[in-house]
């Protein structure tokens, strides 16, 4: 059992080096796809039909198809289609997949709290002179935010545990590491302080949400 236990142990320092890859990935792609969101959410509101449609194609194909099929096509079907579309590089094609796919799942988030917002506001900003954008800008956005805490917290929760997608572009994160040790040992208890780390992981941004959406959010 001691030596079980010892075992354990020193595996952290790998899992810890995997686990910074699949925070900073998660962070960077969920914070990414936000940008794109704002934009993706305001073009399917957009009175211009042309971008409207753009908009909700982008969301219906991210949204509609498996973002371990995404990650693939960036990584290995890019350069079928063009050398020059190469990413060498694992963590900027997990980024850039991870990127998209978020941004069209918060751009629908986006979309809710905009509409969550009482309509006589738009009039009241119409009546004051103001245009589209510094409506959105001035009043709607900032007011929005308070609505987008507890499913954006969602959101970067389910993508920091579809993180261990990358793995398979091996990108070493916690899953990639735990596969390397699992494979050099021929022990399968290294999935124990593997999941355990998850957990913790997960344990703390959820807290870290939850802080937020009490402080912030309209629906405490």
């Not at 499913?151 to 070493?172: H, Q, R, T, W, Y």
Request: net charge positive.
């Amino acid at each position: 059992m001691i030596e079980t236990l010892h075992k354990m142990i020193s595996w952290i320092p790998q899992l810890l080096a995997g686990a910074r890859i699949t925070i900073l990935l998660t962070l960077c792609s969920v914070m990414a796809g936000i940008i794109i969101s704002i934009f993706i959410a305001l073009g399917t509101m957009s009175k211009h039909k042309v971008l409207r449609g753009i908009c909700n194609a982008y969301v219906f194909f991210f949204r509609g198809t498996p973002l371990l099929m995404q990650l693939y096509f960036v990584y290995y079907g890019l350069p079928e289609i063009n050398r020059a579309l190469t990413i060498h590089n694992q963590f900027l094609a997990a980024f850039i997949a991870f990127a998209l796919n978020s941004g069209a799942y918060c751009s629908e988030i986006i979309r809710a709290a905009i509409q969550s917002i009482d309509k006589g506001q738009f009039e009241a900003a119409k009546v004051l002179g103001m245009n589209y954008f510094q409506t959105m800008r001035l009043i709607i956005l900032p007011q929005s935010i308070r609505r987008l805490i507890p499913p954006v917290g969602n959101e970067f929760i389910m993508m920091l545990k579809d993180a261990s997608l990358v793995s398979l572009i091996a990108l070493a994160d916690i899953t990639k590491v735990t596969r390397s040790i699992q494979s050099s040992t021929a022990s399968s208890l290294v999935y124990i302080p593997a999941m355990v780390l998850y957990l913790v992981i997960t344990a703390v941004f959820t807290l870290i949400f939850h802080l937020l959406e009490k402080k912030h959010s309209v629906y405490e």
